[in-house]
């Protein structure tokens, strides 16, 4: 109940609706129940041979029914949009939601586990809500009226439907729980099935290739039975659920009849009475059944409902806080002081401090691990410093809007990400009026230009999900292309070329030297020689800066970036080395 | 920006009913056919348990409780009231035992279905696989063998089933009464044909949905994945603009669902009173006016009850069409998967080898992946065994194809591959694929452990084995520092690894499986660092000792140590050599050295 408390905003916004709907409800609800009456009343007119009576009370019964077919319409019309309606709400405010979390929070939770709240969960949630709103009202609303009409017409006959009926709730509530829990076991086998099949597809080559066709089948076949297996134990109760609701509600007629025949016959009881008390029978039998659904529903609502509050209230970690200056323009200096990060309880380095010039390179070197990528995200905000400070401008990059730091910055990620939309659109993605100047000139300078061809519609050609009709090459290129487009005071470069071979890395770092001359740039490759050439070099190192200089400074300090570069060299001197001699 | 997502299934709509495709289902049923047979007999007698409800209240009424000639029996209505429970009995266990049949056979035929999907989709060729998308292949095993299923489970139940309780409904009521009878089918049919609007629209509308609601998760996906990317260049208002108008469309799709559903519950229901209030006007006449003795009470009720329980089979089947559709649909598709031809069957007396020396020779090797585009064309070479060797070519030279040749993904248009002097197509693919091992280009990985990813499926590898080959490769250094070492769980295409412990792990793999060939297709390995580049170089070292060896090589370092190098030019064997004799030769091999791999060098 706490989580479907949250709801309440969300249905206050469409209170009128709401109320409009329940009345409009309770109108057809007034007309329905009183047919039966009808039809009572027309069939013991028929003691009275006058076909004026029975046409009085057959118009009656269409007339009601007219005016019931069409408070119905504009009740479900009105009530039954809100479930839709505070789905569409939601759904856009998780959305909006997630768009201010930072890339910590994307980092621990799974996009799996994110994708299966707003699908899932929110359909969930829209499910109660329709049923809770619609069903539950009128179940309430049938058996209120329904109720005092069936003690009227017949005390006994009443106490027969109250026993026999709620048969159908309880059945619903007690099997449905079983059955939920053996569909979840159906579920999870059939993600294993298409789990397997899928990786089986997609390697296939390594199934063929290690001659595995047999075992695979053998395996697939084991998780196919066993797929049927849990199927089928859930079909054998699946099965029971109408074939029960039949024989209550069946129950329930014979009973009404037999007890009832007996009353009519002693006169107690009109026959018409008797047609009318078995109408009511009908009529509430759904409500009755729908009773037990929305009981089953409650708690899976409220479950999907406390997991979307949990990304909901989820507090962005990384925001402008009220203490933002403003900064109208950014000239790009950067200043690291005794900074520090963890991630939980191991610090991934400290006291880091170092100053980039305005305009001035800088490279990042270090192992896998050492912090590069983490170091250079402090600089955006993608992620937070646990201690020491970021500046740029010399103002903490906490005070600056993040707006205003984040369009200063120009970011090539390791693992680049493309849009499944044109390349003209992802190179121009993070430009709020592309020029095609700036465009094609971007296109250049990332080398990307010479790829076109390739490309049956050039820049618009669509890229696919993620890129994949892009080499890693090409997907490199296009996200540095997108960065350079932007104009950025700051370009962080984070091995953004290691997919590009090193002939076009060596033209696109020619091209780039033009642009880098303006601005302040960050880069991290694996490789030395990428780099050699930056203004300054810092070497992170067993959670620290190791050592800080140029590369020539480096070099004469004979240190740990020295014996880095002479153990890169080793290959690669000696392939020159044999090259030479051979051409010598 | 606007998001392009190809997420529209190819539902086109055909025919109900296509004879070549029922006879090629009806294989896959026949096993079930007495169950078929016991199903369709309990789906045939159910309705006469379910419809002698209203009968009975017929026989009470003008018997016991409102006879005409004589006085009320209440005598006879404790009779009636145990026929009724009798019949209600009956019906329930008819019910289910229909029920649990139809479903069993539901699922052996999928069963069935899904292993021979499975089990043909192994035996094709790789070419297939280039060009189907797995996704698709993934819907064709579960949406379309669920809409076959739909096919025994609903859509006979409801043609059978629902068709006999109509003319039960029929029957009786033609007996019991031949007026009200006309009086109800002058109503049923109406409410069969407002169903049927009322499918077709709702089927166009719940295929908007689908449509709609798969574009907004995968845009939602796309963002939640590329968030950062988002963040970074500040496109969250953007993004919210695209994602507000998907989320509206798919609503506006939900909403028109909620309207139609709107429009023909109401109906419904109101079709209901109006053939109550018939009956009663045209039944009561007929007692008023003294028709006949058919018209009674009883009958009057009766026939408003059957009336009442002929509406909801008129509804089912009016779906049935749908069902039918999509069914023969699926079972095209399927059938088209099933039509795809295997690779060739092996020969059917093979040459078994059981352990081979290792001797590879190509004569006069052409081949194309389609015959009138050959991509290698009289290649000859001979391979002795220990030998390692190199291929090198520009891109498109042929050296990918050269591996899938000898591996016998695809077979050769003329000339012959020979192991150990054998004709490979005379030996079996599972023995080629056994002497010749390969490690492929993208390491891939299962999800499962790491010992399961090393020894696969092949129990006749022990975990002593798997730990050897982890050593042999140097991959055991990071194995060993993981928290459930061999066991350590390797999630969906290995993604809790780098670049460089996959190649390794797929490097034990092969190791494991000891072939006396190996080839190897040497990846130019990006974001590795140079320590684990180090170990990478000289697991490869190792893996070629003492082993007959073809490694296509992008590293100048493995290019070095093998023992002769071959190059290819355009499907052409045009030089081969050591290193050193090649440069000397100054011919393509030179060219290509300086074009490809002297430029990691002018960057030193």
Known sequence: MQNLKYLGPYLKQHASRIVAGLILMAVSTGLSVIQPRFVGDAINSLRHPSLGHLTFYVGLILAAAILQALFSFLQRSALNRVSRLIEYELRNDCFTHLQSLEQRFYQEMHTGDLMARLTNDLSAVRQFIGMGLTNMCMTFMMLVVVSVLMVTLSWKLALIAFIVLPFTTVSVVVLGRVMQRRFRLVQDQFGRISTQAQENFSGIRVIKAFAQEDREIAAFSKANSEYVRLNLSYVRLSGLMWPIMRLVVGLALALVLFVGGLQVINGSLSLGGLVQFTLYLGMLTWPMVSLGYTINQYQQGAASMGRIIEVLHRNPAIADSGRTLPLEEVTGKIEFRNVGVRYDDRWVFRNVSFTVEPGSTTAIIGMTGAGKTTLMSLVPRILEADEGQVLVDGVDVRRIPLDTLRRAVGHVPQDNFLFSATLRENVSFGVDHPSDEALWQAVEISQLGRDLEQFSNGLDTVVGERGVSLSGGQKQRTALARAIMRNPSILILDDAMSSVDTHTQAEILRGLQGVMAHRTTLITAMRISTIKNADQIVVLHDGGVAEIGSHQELLNADGLYAKMYRRELLQQELEVEEGEEVEA | ?604
């Open chain 2, 1 to 604: 920006m606007r998001p392009h997502f190809d997420n529209d299934q190819d539902e086109v709509l055909g025919k109900a009913y296509d004879g070549r495709l029922v006879r090629r289902l009806v294989p896959f049923i026949t096993p079930y056919k007495r169950r078929l047979l016991l199903a369709t007999v309990l789906l045939l007698l159910s309705p006469a348990f379910d419809l002698a409800g209203p009968w009975l209240t017929k026989l009470a009424i003008d018997q016991d409780i409102y006879p005409v000639h004589h006085k009320p029996n209440p005598g006879g209505l404790g009779l009636i009231l145990v026929l009724y429970l009798l019949t209600l009995a009956g019906g329930f266990v008819l019910r289910y035992f229909q029920n649990w049949h139809i479903q069993h056979i539901g699922q052996h035929v999928m069963f069935d279905l899904r292993n021979r999907i499975f089990s043909h989709l192994q035996r094709l060729p790789l070419q297939f696989f280039d060009t189907h998308p797995v996704g698709s292949l993934i819907t064709r095993m579960t949406n379309d063998i669920d809409a076959l299923n739909d096919l025994l489970t609903e859509g006979l139940v409801s043609m059978i089933g629902d068709f006999a309780t109509l003319a039960g409904v029929i029957i009786i009521m033609l007996l019991m009464n031949w007026q009200l009878a006309l009086v109800a089918l002058a109503v049923l049919p109406v409410v069969g044909y407002v169903s049927r609007v009322f499918q077709r629209a709702m089927r166009v509308i719940y295929r908007s949905i689908r449509v709609r609601l798969s574009r907004v998760n995968a845009f939602l996906n796309e963002n939640i994945t590329g968030m950062v990317t988002v963040q970074l260049f500040n496109r969250e208002s953007t993004m919210f603009e695209q994602f507000d108008r998907l989320n509206s469309d798919y609503l506006g799709a939900n909403l028109r669902s909620v309207f139609a559903y709107s429009v023909f519950m109401p109906i419904v229901s109101f079709l209901g009173a109006v053939s109550t209030a018939l009956l009663i006007w045209v039944g009561g006449h007929g007692i008023i006016s003294h028709w006949g003795p058919a018209f009674t009470l009883g009958a009057l009720i009766a026939a408003s009850q059957y009336t009442d329980r002929a509406f909801q089979p008129i509804r089912d089947l009016a779906d049935t069409f749908n069902t039918l559709q999509a069914a023969m649909a699926s079972s095209e598709r399927l059938f088209g998967l099933l039509d795809q031809v295997q690779e060739p069957p092996d020969s059917a007396n093979p040459v078994v080898l059981d352990k081979v020396a290792g001797k590879i020779e190509f004569r006069n090797v052409k081949f194309g992946y389609k015959p009138e585009h050959p991509v290698l064309r009289d290649v000859s070479f001979t391979i002795q065994p220990g030998e390692s060797v190199a291929i090198v070519g520009a891109t498109g030279a042929g050296k990918t194809s050269l591996i899938s040749i000898l591996s016998r993904f695809y077979d050769i248009q003329e000339g012959q591959i020979l192991l150990d002097g054998v004709d490979i197509r005379e030996m079996r693919r599972a023995d080629v694929r056994k002497h010749i091992g390969a490690v492929l280009q993208d390491a891939v990985l299962f999800s499962g452990t790491i010992t399961g990813n090393i020894r696969l499926h092949n129990t006749d590898i022990s975990d002593a084995d798997v730990r050897r080959a982890a050593v042999f490769v140097n991959a055991d250094k990071f194995i060993e520092q993981l928290p459930d070492g061999y066991d350590h769980v390797v999630r969906e295409r290995g993604a809790n690894f780098s670049a460089g412990q996959r190649q390794l792990i797929s490097f034990a793999r092969a190791i494991a499986f000891d072939p006396e060939v190996l080839l190897v297709l040497d990846e130019a390995t990006s974001s590795v660092d140079t320590e684990t580049e180090a170990l990478i170089q000289e697991a490869l070292e190792r893996l070629m000792q003492n082993r007959t060896s073809i490694i296509i090589a992008h590293r100048l370092f493995t290019i070095r140590h093998v023992d002769r190098i071959l190059v290819l030019h355009k499907g052409r064997l045009v030089e081969e050599g050591t290193h050193e004799e090649l440069l000397n030769r100054r011919g393509y091999y030179h060219r290509l050295y300086q074009l490809q791999y002297q430029e990691q060098e002018a960057a030193v």
